[in-house]
C-alpha cells in the first residue's frame, strides 16, 4: 500500500474477514507481508509443492473432470467420480490459489486459475444452480439430501473462493464472482421465507454467505446467512445414529453451552454464527458464542490446540474426554477453530483467542503437511504405539486416520484447506484498533497501514520466533500524533519484558501497550521466555493423569522412538523425571528419562506395583510438528512422570 501524509481513507482490508463493526479491523494481504522465518518457509512450500500436488490429484481423481462432464452434459451417476463434497476441494484450491496470487502475483499461476474458473463456470445452469452431484441421471435431485449431500456446503467454499478473488483482483474479469452470486440468489430464493425451512447437515455456507455479503454489499446475503444460523438446533435435519448433535441440530445455537458433535461442523458454524452476530448486534447470540469458546477451550481441547476425541463420528467427547492414543483432531477442525477464535478476537479483542490461535497453528495446521507440501496428516493422533506405515506417493488412503502423512485421501478436505490457511496467513498476523495497532502473531514480517484515526504506521517486526524469544519491531515512520503498539504477551509467557529506548519493564500475560509518538528508527523490543517447560493437564484428563508434557514457548514436543537410546525398544518404556527441567541446548530440548523395566505376563493386571527403572539417559525430543518427518516411529507427547 502507498501511503502519503494527506491520506486519510480507511482501508477496506484484503483478507478473508472483513467484519463491518467489531473491537478490531484486521490488516490485509497488502498491509501485512510475513517475510522470513517459520511461516515464510511453510508459505513458500505451499506455493511451490502444495498447491501443485492438489492440483494435480484434482485432475488425476476426476474431481475436476466432473465440471468438464457436467458442461458437455455427460456426466451421470455412473461416471462421477469423488465423494458428494468433491466439488468443494475445487473451490478450495481456488481460494488458496486466489490468496497466493494476491501475495506475489505468477503469470503461470494466473493462466491456470482462470482455465480452472472456466470450467467450473462452464457447468453452472441456467439458473445458477452448481453442483455436480445432484440433478442429473441417476443422482438425487436437487436438495433431496440436505443432511449428507453437501450441497450447501460446498456452495459455502465457493462463494469463500470468490471473495479472495474479488478482494485480492477486483478487476480479474474472470466471471468467479458472478458465479457465486448468480448461485447465492438462487439459495436465497430457494431457501429464504417461504421456500425450504431447513439447513445444510455441514456448516459452512453461513460464514461463507456472511463474507459473500460484506463483499458485494448484498445485504440479502447476510439475512439468509441468519435465517439458517437461527434454524439450526430446531431438529430440521433427520435423526441420526449419532443424534442431532453430530450437526449441530439438537438445540438453538444460542442456548448451547459448548461445542459439541462433529468437530468441524461445529466450528464452521460457531464462525458463521459469529459473523451473523456482529453484522447484526445480535449481542445475545455474541454472548453465547463466547461461552461456547470458553468451555471448549477449558474442557474440549487438546494440548496442541486439536479438537475432536472421536474417530466414528469425528466428533468432540464429553468433558475432560481427551485420550492422546484415540485423539482424532482433525486438521479441518483445527482451521475452523481458528476461523471461530479469529472472529471472536475481531469483535471481542481479547488476546486470549489469539493465544489458541498460535497454539493451533504450531502444532496442528503446520503438522499436516510433509516438509515438501506433498503429504498430509489428516487426523493428529498424540500417540503412536505402531510405527506407521509409508504411504504409497501414488495412491489414495482410504484411511483419515493414516498413520504416516499421505499424498491425498478419498475424503480429501484437509490439503486444499491447509493450502487456503497458509496462503491467507500474513492477514492474521496485526490489527488495528482506533488509535492503536495489534500485533497478534510473531513472524518477520513488514506492516504498512492507516490507522482507523487516519495515522499511517509503517513498521518491521524481526524475531527468530519460535526458537528465539525475542521479537523486535523497528518503526519505518516518523508519526504525526501518538499512537500505541500493543503486543500479545501469551499466557504461558511468565516474566515477559518490554523494552524501549533501553528502558525493560515485566509484561504480564496479555497486552502490552507502548504509547508514544514514534520516530522512524523507534524500536520496542519483547523478550518472550521459550525455556523448555513442563505441562500438566487438569486431573480430570484422566487418560493422562500422572503425566507430563514439554512446550517450548508455543511450541509442543514430542518423544519419538527413533531418538531412543539403544536398547530401549519403545517410547512406552520411557518415564520422565519432572525434578530436572527440560534442558534446552542451541534450540535442541532434551529431558532425563529412565526406562521402566517390563515383563510380559499371561494376565495383565495384578498387585500394583510400579516398575522399577532399569536405565536412565538424556533423551532428545522433537517438536510436534515435525514428527513422522524420519520415517515409521512410535510417539507419544503425553510422558509418564516420575
Not at 458472478?178 to 455456507?205: M, Y
Not at 509467557?493 to 504480564?508: F, H, Q, S
Request: aromatic content about 8%; glycine content about 8%; overall charge negative.
Amino acid at each position: 500500500m502507498t501511503l502519503t501524509d494527506t491520506d486519510r481513507t480507511v482501508h477496506s482490508p484484503v483478507g478473508p474477514t472483513v467484519p463491518s463493526r467489531g473491537a478490531l479491523r484486521p490488516l490485509g494481504l497488502d498491509e501485512v507481508r510475513i517475510t522470513g522465518g517459520f511461516w515464510a518457509d511453510r508459505q513458500r512450500v505451499n506455493a511451490d509443492g502444495t498447491l501443485p500436488h492438489i492440483q494435480h490429484w484434482l485432475e488425476r481423481e476426476g474431481w475436476l473432470g466432473n465440471f468438464d462432464a457436467a458442461a458437455a452434459g455427460t456426466l451421470t451417476a455412473d461416471n462421477r467420480r469423488g465423494r458428494e463434497f468433491a466439488d468443494s476441494e475445487v473451490y478450495k484450491f481456488l481460494e488458496a490459489v486466489a490468496w497466493q496470487l494476491g501475495r506475489e502475483p505468477d503469470a503461470g499461476l494466473e493462466e491456470r486459475f482462470r482455465k480452472v474458473v472456466a470450467r467450473v463456470a462452464a457447468a453452472q445452469e441456467p439458473d445458477g444452480y452448481l453442483n455436480t452431484n445432484f440433478g442429473r441421471r441417476g443422482q438425487g435431485a436437487r436438495w433431496s439430501d440436505l443432511e449428507w449431500g453437501h450441497e450447501l456446503y460446498c456452495a459455502g467454499h465457493l462463494f469463500q473462493a470468490a471473495v479472495a478473488r474479488a478482494r485480492t483482483h477486483p478487476d480479474a474479469g474472470d466471471g468467479l464472482l458472478a458465479v457465486a452470486t448468480r448461485f447465492a440468489d438462487l439459495i436465497c430464493d430457494v431457501f429464504g421465507p417461504g421456500g425450504i425451512e431447513s439447513v445444510c447437515g455441514h456448516a459452512e455456507v453461513e460464514t461463507a454467505l456472511v463474507e459473500l455479503g460484506r463483499a458485494t454489499g448484498e445485504r440479502r446475503y447476510i439475512e439468509q446467512a441468519r435465517l439458517f444460523v437461527e434454524r439450526r438446533g430446531t431438529g430440521v435435519l433427520r435423526d441420526i445414529e449419532w443424534g442431532r448433535s453430530y450437526y449441530q441440530d439438537d438445540m438453538p445455537v444460542r442456548e448451547a453451552d459448548v461445542l459439541r458433535g462433529h468437530a468441524v461442523r461445529a466450528n464452521y458454524l460457531a464462525s458463521g454464527a459469529t459473523d451473523v452476530a456482529v453484522e447484526t448486534r445480535d449481542e445475545g447470540l455474541l454472548s453465547a458464542l463466547r461461552r461456547q469458546w470458553a468451555n471448549t477451550v477449558a474442557r474440549r481441547t487438546y494440548i496442541t490446540g486439536g479438537q475432536g476425541s472421536h474417530h466414528q463420528d469425528e466428533a468432540f467427547g464429553d468433558d475432560f474426554e481427551l485420550p492422546p492414543d484415540r485423539a482424532y483432531s482433525e486438521t479441518c477442525a483445527a482451521i475452523a477453530s481458528v476461523q471461530f477464535s479469529w472472529r471472536l478476537l475481531l469483535a471481542q479483542g481479547d488476546p486470549q483467542y489469539a493465544d489458541l490461535i498460535e497454539r493451533t497453528l504450531y502444532n496442528v495446521v503446520a503438522t499436516s503437511p510433509s516438509a515438501d507440501g506433498r503429504a498430509f496428516y489428516y487426523a493428529n493422533t498424540l500417540h503412536r504405539r505402531m510405527p506407521g506405515e509409508p504411504a504409497d506417493p501414488d495412491t489414495v488412503s482410504p484411511r483419515a486416520e493414516a498413520s504416516l502423512r499421505a499424498p491425498w485421501f478419498e475424503v480429501s478436505c484437509c490439503p486444499p484447506n491447509v493450502a487456503r490457511t497458509l496462503a491467507s496467513l500474513d492477514s492474521y498476523i496485526a490489527t488495528a484498533g482506533g488509535d492503536s495497532l495489534q500485533l497478534h502473531q510473531f513472524a518477520p514480517s513488514r506492516i504498512s497501514t492507516i490507522l482507523p484515526n487516519g495515522e499511517p504506521v509503517e513498521l518491521a517486526v524481526e524475531t527468530g520466533y519460535p526458537v528465539e524469544g525475542r521479537v523486535t519491531v523497528r518503526i519505518l515512520r516518523d508519526a504525526r500524533e501518538p499512537w500505541s503498539l500493543q503486543l500479545r504477551v501469551p499466557a504461558w509467557a511468565r516474566g515477559a519484558t518490554v523494552t524501549v529506548d533501553g528502558d525493560a519493564a515485566t509484561a504480564d500475560p496479555g497486552t502490552a501497550t507502548v504509547r508514544r509518538l514514534f520516530r522512524a528508527g523507534d524500536t520496542v523490543v519483547l523478550d518472550l521466555p521459550v525455556a523448555p517447560r513442563f505441562s500438566a493437564a487438569d486431573p480430570r484428563v484422566d487418560a493422562v493423569r500422572d503425566s507430563v508434557a514439554v512446550e517450548r514457548g508455543p511450541v509442543v514436543y514430542a518423544l519419538e522412538s527413533n531418538d531412543l537410546p539403544d536398547g530401549w525398544a519403545d517410547v512406552a518404556d520411557a518415564v520422565v523425571d519432572v525434578s530436572r527441567p527440560p534442558a534446552d541446548t542451541d534450540g535442541s530440548v532434551t529431558v532425563r528419562m529412565s526406562r521402566r523395566a517390563e515383563r510380559d505376563l499371561p494376565w495383565p493386571y495384578g498387585p500394583a506395583e510400579p516398575g522399577a527403572p532399569q536405565a536412565e539417559a538424556e533423551v532428545p525430543l522433537v517438536p510436534y510438528h515435525d514428527w513422522a518427518e524420519r520415517g515409521p516411529s512410535t510417539m507419544r507427547v503425553w510422558i509418564p512422570a516420575s
